[in-house]
């Protein structure tokens, strides 16, 4: 089931009209891009700057605050430390507003540069697992009535997108794609069932993640709209997988920085390691075939949707020639298990 609700674009000069009539706040906007809502950088007369999201309003709002406002006001609560934006309040109070069927949230604006943007380094990788890790945990208690939804990028439900690559006859490598969903459906998803899951961010990539002025440190997690309940070894997986070198022999280095630094903080089970190897795997084909499914479906902006698919392409060949086994002992070596 997809969470997407295509809706017409919001102009930058009706978010600022949205910003100064729910929030007083009179601010000059600025496109910024993205999947499906529209977010915008506002820039304030009074100095400050703020960002704005619009996304669909849902059918059947939740009683309080919505799932992913609520995890906000958790992580603000249980995990002050993180460096993750803070909702401001509209006038009237509220965390969120719902107006003209769209969802309306203001939070604060975190500076920092974007990690596509900067060169990565081993440490600067640990530092992107050690950051998810302490975001787990401090999610680890955080419970939402919406917080079991399903998407298009939930790799928990990865067979759904066995439709989407037959409505699109000149995806490749459609044979090895083919094989994969293959393989979910008959291994991969009866041992699901069984793995301890909760809350997770889902999408914790370069676009997602800002970085210390020196390079050094993330200081900034972006975008909780792809949040939902699962096991954390995905979320691990999903972080690694955009780590990935740009080929053999190098190729799982990165991601090993990514799951080490992880490990240091909220240690993993041997058990969770195939799961890490295997959501790599259909992270990298999720993101073949969805990001070609939403561009033919929005082709005005099929710019931004496809800006990662040809990487994710190579990745996806030179990750699938590497034995399983293989790549889950040079995981255990990295968390410091045996072989």
Known sequence: MDHVTVLPRMSETQAAGVAAELYQVTATATRLPAE???????????????????SAAPAAPDPGPS???????????????????????????????????????????LDGRLLAQVSSTP??????????????RALRDFTHPAARRT?????????????????LPSVEPRARLLALLDRFDSQLAPALALVPVQVIHTDFHGENLLVSADG????????????LTGPVAMDVAVAACYQ??????????????????????????????????????????????????????????????????????????????????????????????GP
């Open 151 to 167: 998407h298009q990028w939930d790799l928990q439900n990865f067979s759904q997108l066995r439709a989407k690559l037959a409505a």
């Open 67 to 109: 799932f992913l406002t609520a995890i906000l006001l958790h992580l603000a609560a249980a995990a002050p430390d993180l460096p993750v934006q803070r909702v401001i309040p509209a006038r009237s109070g509220a965390a969120e507003v719902i107006a003209g069927g769209r969802l309306v949230r203001m939070t604060t604006f």
């Open 244 to 337: 990935l070198g740009a080929g053999p022999p190098d190729l799982l280095a990165g991601a090993l920085d990514v799951v080490a630094g992880y490990h240091a903080v909220d240690p993993l089970r041997p058990a969770d390691l195939p799961l890490v190897r295997d959501f790599i795997e259909l992270r990298l084909a999720t993101r073949i075939i969805v990001s070609q499914w939403n561009a033919a479906a929005e082709p005005a902006n099929s710019g931004y949707l496809l800006r990662r698919t040809g990487q994710a392409i190579e990745h996806f060949a030179a990750y699938s020639d590497i034995p399983g086994w293989a790549v889950v002992d040079r995981l255990r070596a990295a968390c410091g298990f």
């Open 216 to 227: 050094t440190a993330l200081c900034g997690v972006l975008d909780f709209g792809d949040s």
């Open 123 to 136: 440490a600067l990788r640990r530092d992107i697992g050690a950051t998810l890790a302490r975001l787990s």
């Open 36 to 54: 499906h809502d529209d977010v915008f950088r506002l820039a304030g007369r009074d100095g400050a700057i703020r960002f704005l999201r619009v």
